[in-house]
C-alpha cells in the first residue's frame, strides 16, 4: 500500500483564473446548411429506421463510419471540444433535414460507441492536432521544475499528444519513449523531435495493451492523460513498472481540478507509490497553454 508521504505540498489559491480547460472549449459552428441532397438523405433515413427498428442503442458500423468521414472532413476549428463534436453532428443531421428524434437517436448511439473506444480516442485526437498544429509544444512547467532535480534515466510518456514533454526531456538527456493513439499526435511528435536533433521512441500504441515492464522506468509521465474509471488496473501497471527509487508525474487530472487530483491521490495510494508531492493552484495549466506556473499536479515515487 503506498503513502502520503508530504514533502511537499503546495497549496497556492489564485481566485478568478479559469481552469485550462478552455482549450477544449469553443463553439460548435454548423457546417453548410441543407446541402444534403435527397438521395443522401433518403439513404440515412432508411440506415436509421433499420437500426430503431432492430431497436439498437449503439451506432452500427454505417452509422459509425459515416460520422467518422464527416468528423474527418471538419474544418478546423469547427470544435475544439469534444462533448461539442456529437451535439455538432445532431444538428448538421437536422440542417440536412432528418428529423429531431431521428437525430437525437442517433448522435446518443454514436456517443454510446465512442465510449472507452480507442479508436474513437485516437480520431478525435487527431481532430484536435490536425486543428492545432504545433499548438502543444513547451513542455509543461511542472516537468521541467521537477527534471531540475533529477539525474536522466529513461522515461515513459503515456499519451504524449505531439510530444512536447516527451522532446524536452530528451533535450534535457533522457531516453525517452512516448505512446499514443493518435497516429497524427506521434507524426508531429516525431517530426518535431527530428527537426529540433532530439532522439525519441515514438510509437502510437493504446497503453491498455502495452507492456509497461516491471521496474522498467525511471520516469513515467501521465500529463493531461486521464486514466479511464473502466480501467483501474492501470495504476498498479504503472507503479509496478518504475524502478525503485522511479517517479511519476500526473497533471490534469480533470475537473473539478481539486476533487479530481484527490480522487487521483486515493487511487495511488492503493499501490505501492508514495505521494511525495501534491501541488494544488488554481492556476492555468500546462496543455496547450504556454505558461511557466505549474498546474496542479502530484509526484510519486516508488520506494527504494
Ligand atoms: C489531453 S492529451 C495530452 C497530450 C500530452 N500528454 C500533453 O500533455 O501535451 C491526451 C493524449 O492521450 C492520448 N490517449 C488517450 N487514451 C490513450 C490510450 N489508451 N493509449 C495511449 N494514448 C492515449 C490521446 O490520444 C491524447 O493525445
Redesign the pocket.
Known sequence: MGALVAVDIAIIIQPGVDFPWGILAGTARETGRGAMNVSRRAALSAMIAVASARGQTIATDEEWSTFIAWVRNSPPGMFSNQSEVFPGYQKKLIADGLGSTDAAALAARLQERSVDN?KW??E??DR??RQAADR?VKP?ASLVEMIRLLRPGNAL??????G??AIFLAQQGWDVTG????EL?VIEARERARRLGARIDARV????R?DLGEKQWDLI?L???IIPASQPGLYQRIATAVRPGGRVIVE?TGIPPLQTLLAEVDKWLQTKLHVIKLDYREVQG???RSTDVPGPHLILQRPV
Open positions: 480507442p480516442t485516437a478525435n485526437f484536435v492536432y502543444f509543461d510518456d503515456i499519451g504524449m499528444g505531439q512536447r514533454n505512446i499514443d493513439l493518435s499526435g500504441q493504446d497503453v491498455f502495452f509521465c500529463m493531461y492523460f490534469g500546462g496543455w496547450g
